[in-house]
T-cell receptor, first 120, second 115 residues
Framework: GAVVSQHPSWVICKSGTSVKIECRSL??????MFWYRQFPKQSLMLMAT?????????EQGVEKDKFLINHASLTLSTLTVTSAHPEDSSFYIC????????????????FGPGTRLLVL | AQTVTQSQPEMSVQEAETVTLSCTYD???????LFWYKQPPSRQMILVIR??????QNATENRFSVNFQKAAKSFSLKISDSQLGDAAMYFC????????????FGQGTRLTINP
């Protein structure tokens, strides 16, 4: 249980194009999902909190027009990197919190496997 | 704002031995959650163990246990009978019980298991 998927697992794109990453909770519903960015050999940096049916809350320093987040359903959140540039190359990870846990803890975030983005 | 500090960038242990990873945090809240996550080479974040601050009893999950010292704001992870599969980055994390319950991560500790 508590499985979170991400698609694609890796993507290579040309500079100036937009890339969409999907995050799905497969066996539970999540009103809140989180998007992180991780550089090599570093910790996870929270980019934004995604709330179902409302606007995402971005962390300080994260450009909301650059990183568009949509959380249209209780099982899907998407992150779109618009007009991607080489400096956007990174590992992007999503996590989700169970809306109504059964045998699990609602305080616990369950993570997707991540998406490697390389912008050429 | 809350902060989490892992002062050991790297640790190594012999297979079957015991190792302890350190974590300290800073907060003005009285109730919160603490977590240890493991990130193996696949980079999938895996929950190892969680602790609720209002519980005095230290959490235990099989070979993994914590030493939670609330007054000292310390939350160390002990891995007993280390196995090769335990090799990974370990992240300590803090979460408030209020609001969005965002996770604040430490810098991580890379654990190597020597056969």
């Amino acid at each position: 249980g508590a499985v979170v998927s991400q698609h694609p697992s890796w993507v290579i794109c040309k500079s100036g194009t937009s890339v969409k990453i999907e995050c799905r909770s497969l066996d539970f519903q999540a009103t809140t999902m989180f998007w992180y960015r991780q550089f090599p050999k570093q910790s996870l940096m929270l980019m934004a909190t995604s709330n179902e049916g409302s606007k995402a809350t971005y962390e300080q320093g994260v450009e909301k027009d650059k990183f568009l987040i949509n959380h249209a359903s209780l099982t899907l959140s998407t992150l779109t990197v618009t007009s991607a540039h080489p400096e956007d190359s990174s590992f992007y990870i999503c996590s989700a919190r169970d809306l109504a846990p059964s045998g699990r803890s609602k305080e616990t975030q369950y993570f997707g496997p991540g998406t490697r983005l390389l912008v050429l | 704002a809350q902060t989490v500090t892992q002062s050991q960038p790297e640790m190594s242990v012999q297979e079957a031995e015991t190792v302890t990873l350190s974590c300290t945090y800073d907060t003005s809240e009285s109730d919160y959650y603490l977590f240890w996550y493991k990130q193996p080479p696949s980079r999938q974040m895996i929950l190892v163990i969680r602790q609720e601050a209002y519980k005095q009893q230290n959490a235990t999950e099989n070979r993994f246990s914590v030493n939670f010292q609330k007054a000292a704001k310390s939350f160390s992870l002990k891995i007993s009978d280390s196995q090769l599969g335990d090799a990974a980055m370990y992240f300590c994390a803090y979460s408030s019980i209020q609001g969005a319950q965002k996770l604040v991560f430490g810098q991580g500790t890379r654990l190597t298991i020597n056969p």
